[in-house]
């Protein structure tokens, strides 16, 4: 058995705020404004960072982007889930949008891969690009972010936590050390 210990915070409620203010600004830059930009976080803590990047956004354009979420399991390769049957629900037509995909943290690259194939099931993108707020490394598929928080090496026996406000009650980020237990 597996239990994780020796917490440290990597990133405060200050860093994260920040460090979503420069995603936004290079998402911006990056599609030239708004125009054709369509905001897709990946669930569960994904989706409340592209809210926050969203508002962000709307106040630096002055624009109204609307936030969207996904949900790739049904399209994971190393998840098996009972009576598979794909449901993808996307209120919004993706053909030839610029779509930016977010995600808390950025790892062996398979959920953005099942992703990436959930959205190909809707329609075909002009372009996708990847947003992480943590980019953690050790990919195991050849998947890049666009646009990164902050960049943390870590080893494999290292987990990478993003806590957030709607879910954890608080803005930070952890990292924990697995130990293996004789249980």
Do not use: W
């Amino acid at each position: 058995m597996k239990s994780l210990e020796n917490y440290k915070t990597l990133l405060d409620a200050d860093d994260i705020r920040r460090a979503i203010a420069r995603l936004s600004h290079e998402i911006i830059e990056s599609n030239q404004g708004t125009k054709n930009l369509i905001l897709i976080g990946i669930k569960t803590r994904g989706l409340h960072i592209a809210s926050r990047i969203v508002n962000m956004i709307n106040t630096f354009e002055n624009t109204s982007l609307d936030c969207h979420s996904i949900n790739p399991q049904f399209f994971r390769d190393d998840i098996q889930i009972k009576d598979k049957v794909p449901n993808i629900e996307l209120e919004v037509n993706i053909h030839e949008q610029n779509i930016i995909l977010i995600d808390d943290v950025l790892y062996t690259g398979r959920t953005i891969r099942a992703t990436l194939e959930a959205i190909f099931t809707l329609g075909r993108p002009k372009t996708i690009k990847l947003a992480a707020l943590v980019d953690r490394g050790h990919r195991e598929i050849p998947i890049r972010p666009d646009f990164i928080g902050k960049s943390i090496p870590t080893s494999n026996s290292e987990h990478v936590r993003v806590f957030m406000k709607e879910e954890d009650g608080a803005d930070k980020v952890g990292l924990f050390k697995e130990r293996k237990t004789n249980i």
